[in-house]
């Protein structure tokens, strides 16, 4: 090989360069590593589940593809002075912390100094294992294995679910019956764990004592799992055990009883030795659900967000147990009930909670109905530091949406959310109720009126369909209903169905929102008009929506320019943070994330100098920047012209413009602050109270306290409550995995987006598309996986036409879609890079 390699520089470069070239530098160098051993330590597990080594000592040592396993092993052993039969070399491959490989070999070392070839060192760990000695065959027999690995504690086992029935012949003996009431340990492949290896001592042998049958049987699952066998209960009941191994003709078997006269469990028999020679291990039962919860509870506590997914790579990691991702769910669900509380007993527990809520916080509402058969109906509370923030500062405008819940009896959350002086939400009422009909939307608004003292007429944004219509005119009479611009925009959509393009159904929503929108009836009739033209059913169908409840230009109450009722998304991302808990740990999560909004907005706003709130400050300050272009004719009365692109009529004394933005945003627009300045006042005079940092500090000035817990008995007892029973709704979630409930109030609509780019452009934009999905890559449309949750259902299509590519994306729901709306226009520039020639690209809605 040298030859050819100098032969070939001869022919490069002529024959008398070759001696300058160094023979060696020709030969491909052996890869070398250095080896840091390190001994003596612990392993700690980290928050994210990887190891952390700490303590011990270190060593290092340059290892190459020409090192031998064995001279390797045994300078390591006299470097820490160990015995070689006694140590495991263990290392973890790059970038992975979670997984130790063991070196055991040739090819394990040359493997392992391949994968660390870019790097220049090598963390690599001695452990010592315990030699066997040689056991008691009449007490404990010897373990199938001595090998380790590293996790972390692994919590205590539940006993089984059920118990087989108990089987005697005619003189009262008992018999062992073949019912197969599996423990379902499944097959150990892999190394015991330090925490499964603690567990190899747990049985010593006959006459061993156990305070009753639970213990017996959860060190008997620890004493299996250690020993790596699979067993199963001959006879399991409350005052008896008796097991045998799974394998058939296996001899191990353990009889344990009750002393008379006491709860101790004994061992009264014990054949220790097995013949089975490891086959129940690759037997492949499964894992009991109570036998996954007790394993994953100490875990799930740390991290509630515990996938199952993750569960079963753990389970499978640590125990050699391969679940399905069924069984972790369910697993996941017992152990999280574990953790939380009962779903039933917390129903019954709600009148006593309501008690505890208005005992602690009076002035507040917190009240609940149930069925005829005492089944859980519906739920309302409000704090009355929310009912008083809302009615000393907040403006008089109500949003009224809901929210499904996930939780093991489903249901849905009912809500009322306010907008504060600085356009942020707050929360008024909510209510948990079993389905969301007519009828629980009309008791929820009876509840809210009753908790409610002000006169003052409210407007609401909401839905028009769920009886909201007639619920709000009946209970809060002389009160205004602004329908949601976006249940519309839904509605329409749906009435129309298949007739018209994604182009012409665009340009109809497009002039739909902008007739909305229209601050006059002039400019609100031209944008139906545009509708008309494209269809007269449309046109007529705008006509027969009843615009006076949602069109600026005709609405009587004032909205503020709040369009839509999902207003409050904040305080539905909470909900979808707790609607799997317990409903009165559910309730409580939400008052003490209300509770710690008030404290930091009321603590935030004490910075505050300004006269207005930050938000309202900046929209004045947008309109003053308009004022250096308008004329202003000075009269003598409250009446003035003012002239710029327009001329508009303002009326000081009424606080009206004819441009109708000041009435609309409740701030002096453009034009009035023109006169304003003429006639030498401040604008702030002119603005709404609510936007004042003074009324914004008001809206936060009480608090919401704490409420005992309800476990704890109460200091007087409330015989009404103690009479009621309160049980669980009939209505449960469907077994099988669950679907992810998106949070808040979501847009059924689809959304599609076309662009184009050029030719050369198109390799690029397909390269970027390919590392944003990987789920079916060979496909010319595919889902993508890494956007966030509600972004999941986004395809991407192209097709080819002239001198461009079109890029088709569709999306079920337009938020959190990874690009910039502005007007109604799409930018790409968070998505794709900006040397494409895309720009603005109109919505295309389906």
């Not at 497009?510 to 494209?534: M, V, W």
Request: glycine fraction near 4%; charged fraction near 20%; proline fraction near 5%.
């Amino acid at each position: 090989m040298h030859t050819f390699i100098i032969q070939s520089i001869d022919a490069l470069f002529g024959e008398n360069c070759w001696s300058e070239i160094s023979v060696s530098s020709l030969v491909m160098a052996a890869k070398r590593v250095i080896a840091v051993c390190q001994s003596g330590g612990e392993f700690e597990t980290d928050k994210d589940g990887t190891f952390l080594y700490k303590g011990g000592d270190a060593h290092a040592i340059d290892v190459d593809d020409q090192t031998k396993f064995d001279d390797f092993k045994k300078e390591v052993a006299e470097m820490f002075n160990l015995s070689m039969n006694t140590m495991s070399i263990k290392y973890f491959l790059p970038g992975n912390k979670k997984t130790l490989i063991t070196v055991s070999n040739e090819k394990d070392l040359k493997r392992m100094i391949k994968f660390h070839g870019n790097s220049a060192t090598v963390d690599v760990f001695i452990l010592m294992e315990e030699e066997n000695a040689a056991p008691d065959v009449s007490n404990m027999p010897a373990s199938r294995s001595s090998r380790t690995t590293l996790s972390e504690a692994v919590a205590p086992i539940d006993p089984p679910l059920a118990a087989p029935l108990d089987i005697v012949d005619a003189n009262n003996n008992h018999i062992d019956a073949p019912i197969d009431m599996q423990t379902e340990i499944s097959s150990i492949i892999l190394p015991l764990s330090k925490s499964t290896q603690q567990w190899q001592n747990t049985i010593t042998g006959v006459g061993q004592r156990f305070t009753g049958v639970q213990e017996f049987r959860e060190t008997l699952r620890k004493y299996a799992i250690a020993h790596q066998f699979a067993f199963r209960y001959k006879k399991n009941d409350s005052h008896r055990v008796t097991v045998k191994c799974k394998v058939e003709g296996c001899p191990w078997r353990i009889h344990a009883s009750r002393l008379s006269t006491t709860q101790l469990i004994c061992i009264k028999k014990m054949n220790p030795t097995h013949t089975c020679e490891g086959s129940a291990l690759t037997a492949g039962h499964q894992a009991t659900r109570s036998w996954v919860a007790s394993i994953i509870k100490e875990r799930l506590k740390a991290f509630p967000h515990y996938k199952p997914k993750d569960i079963v790579t753990d389970i499978k990691e640590e125990f050699g147990i391969q679940l399905n991702y069924y069984q972790a769910w369910r697993g996941k669900e017992i152990a999280r009930e574990q953790l939380q509380g009962s779903y039933k007993h917390a129903y019954s527990q709600l009148p006593l909670f309501c008690n505890r809520i208005m005992e602690t916080n009076p002035g507040s509402l917190a009240t609940y109905s149930t069925k005829e058969d005492s089944s859980f109906h519906r739920l309302f509370i409000a704090f009355h530091a929310c009912l008083c923030g809302f009615v000393q500062g907040c403006r008089p405008l109500l949003f009224l949406d809901s929210i499904p819940l996930n939780s093991k009896y489903q249901g849905t959350l009912l809500a009322a959310t306010a907008a504060d002086g600085d356009d942020g939400v707050f929360p008024v009422a909510f209510s948990v109720v079993d389905a969301e009909t007519d009828e629980n939307w009309y008791w929820f608004l009876l509840q809210l009126k009753s908790a409610l003292s002000t006169s003052c007429p409210i407007t609401f944004v909401a839905d028009i369909q769920k009886g909201l219509r007639e619920s709000i005119s009946e209970i809060f009479k002389g009160s205004y209903h602004g329908y949601c611009l976006r249940y519309l925009t839904e509605q329409l959509i749906r009435d129309l169905k298949g007739q018209f393009s994604h182009e012409m159904k665009r340009l109809m929503i497009d002039d739909l929102h902008n007739a909305a929108l229209a601050p006059r009836p002039e400019l609100f009739q031209s944008y139906i008009e545009s509708i008309k033209k494209i269809s007269l059913e449309a046109y007529n169908w705008v006509i027969q929506s009843e615009p006076q409840n949602w069109a600026n230009a005709y609405f009587p109450g004032a909205r503020y320019n709040h369009m839509t009722s999902n207003f409050g998304e904040l305080f539905y991302s909470w909900v979808s943070d707790a609607h799997e808990l317990p409903i009165t740990q559910m309730v409580d999560v939400i008052r003490q994330k209300i509770m710690e909004l008030i404290y930091t907005r009321r603590a935030t706003s004490d910075q505050w100098l300004t006269r207005l709130t930050p938000c309202m400050e900046d929209k004045l300050a947008k309109e003053g920047m308009k004022v250096r272009t308008l004329q202003v004719l000075l009269t003598t009365g409250s009446i003035f012209e003012v002239r710029g692109e327009s001329t508009e009529i303002v009326d000081m004394d009424r606080w009206d413009c004819s441009c109708k933005g000041w009435q609309l945003s409740a701030l002096p627009c453009s034009h009035a602050i023109a006169v304003i300045s003429c006639i030498g006042r401040s604008p702030y005079d002119y603005c709404s109270r609510y936007f004042t940092t003074e009324s914004y500090r008001l809206t936060y000035a009480e608090s919401i306290q704490p409420i005992p817990d309800v476990e704890r008995p109460p200091q007087k007892k409330d015989s009404s409550s103690a009479l009621v029973t309160v049980t669980p709704p009939p209505t449960r979630r469907p077994p099988g995995r669950p679907t992810t409930k998106k949070v808040g109030s979501q847009e059924s609509v689809e959304h599609s987006f076309t662009l184009r780019t050029t030719q050369a452009a198109f390799p690029e934009l397909m390269a970027k598309r390919d590392q944003l999905n990987t789920r079916n890559p060979t496909k010319r449309g595919y889902a993508h996986t890494e956007l966030p949750q509600s972004c999941k259902q986004l395809l991407l299509q192209s097709s080819t036409t002239a001198n461009y590519v079109h890029i088709t994306l569709r999306k079920r729901s337009s938020k959190e879609l990874p690009f910039n709306f502005v007007n109604g226009d799409l930018h790409f520039d968070t998505f794709i890079s900006s040397a494409f020639e895309i720009g603005q690209v109109p919505l295309l809605t389906s």
